[in-house]
């Protein structure tokens, strides 16, 4: 049983299971747009299978394509698949795994989600390579992500009809998620040079970078709106888009050029609060303007 615990840990920390809080209330957001209120358990219940296999296949696929350059990196040369802690092997096998919850996930939701499940999975693996050739990966980083709202759409509705809230919120994700993986991507602008990788710190350099993410966090708050606007929300919906412009501009004010030493906070706490706040934030705005 330790060694079964020891490796279930070890999994999650390869795949990084504890960033699942920055897309999935997005996709839980479309979920309850799409279905003005609770879709019902069996709707929940498989998107939220989608969603950990989808995101569990991403995570694990970059892992693998990424393990030469996390063996050479030293912020990156302790993560379990170049320690030995999870095998190549067994990580495919995992990956296999994770693509399978999400096929099942999606035949369960909706003959709509499985015939598109097989391009939501292509875009999700390829963003693994984008940073080979192109200083968007952050942005296709973004959309990766972002498309888990018009997902959820469909998997309440079945069709496309009235999904423009979960486009707009589809955006607000893409430049978000990009804005801080801009932020993310500063550790390691020496490294990813001599290895001639792409990010966007890399090729263009630090306050770049920092005005790039700033830009997009602010085009993210534009979209959220757009996305209010779309659906008909309440006005307590904006209330919290406002909280995000605000979570998002105290961010910035933690990221320093030549001072990185607050970049865990930035990334990760501050941008859970924003996942997590918003969402309850507008599903509390959808029960109050429904009921």
Avoid at 162 to 178: E, V, Y
Avoid at 181 to 207: E, K
Wanted: proline share 4%; with cysteine.
């Amino acid at each position: 049983m330790r060694t079964f615990f020891a490796r279930l840990l070890a999994v999650l920390e390869m795949i990084k299971f504890q960033h699942t809080v920055f897309a999935l209330p997005f996709a839980l957001l479309a979920m309850v747009w799409a279905a003005g209120g609770w879709p019902g358990w069996h709707v929940f219940l498989w998107i939220l299978g989608a969603m950990v296999g989808a995101r569990s296949a991403a995570m694990t696929f970059n892992r693998l394509a990424d393990r030469r350059f996390d063996a050479r990196n030293p912020r990156t040369q302790r993560w379990p698949l170049v320690t030995g802690q999870v095998s190549p092997a067994f990580a495919v096998v995992f990956l296999l795994g994770s693509v399978l919850l999400l096929e099942v996930s999606a035949w369960q939701l909706n003959p709509l989600c499985l015939y598109l499940s097989p391009l939501a999975l292509a875009v999700l693996l390829g963003y693994s390579l984008t940073k080979r050739f192109t200083v968007l990966c952050h942005f296709i980083l973004g959309f990766a992500d972002g498309i888990s709202a018009p997902g959820a759409w469909i998997a309440v509705t079945a069709s496309l009809e009235g999904s423009a809230p979960a486009w707009w919120l589809c955006g607000a994700m893409t430049f978000w998620i990009a804005g801080f993986d801009l932020l993310y991507a500063l550790q390691d602008v020496d490294f990813d040079r001599t290895q001639g990788l792409h990010s966007f710190p890399a090729r263009f350099g630090v306050v770049p970078a920092l005005w790039l993410s700033a830009v997009s966090h602010g085009l993210t708050v534009v979209f959220l709106a757009a996305a209010g606007l779309s659906f008909g929300a309440g006005w307590l919906f904006y209330a919290g888009v406002a909280a995000t412009f605000l979570l998002l501009f105290y961010e910035h004010n933690l990221v320093k050029p030549g001072d990185l030493s607050r970049l865990g906070k930035a990334f990760f706490t501050v941008n859970g609060y924003i996942a997590i706040g918003l969402f309850f934030i507008a599903a509390a705005d959808l029960w109050m303007t429904r009921r």
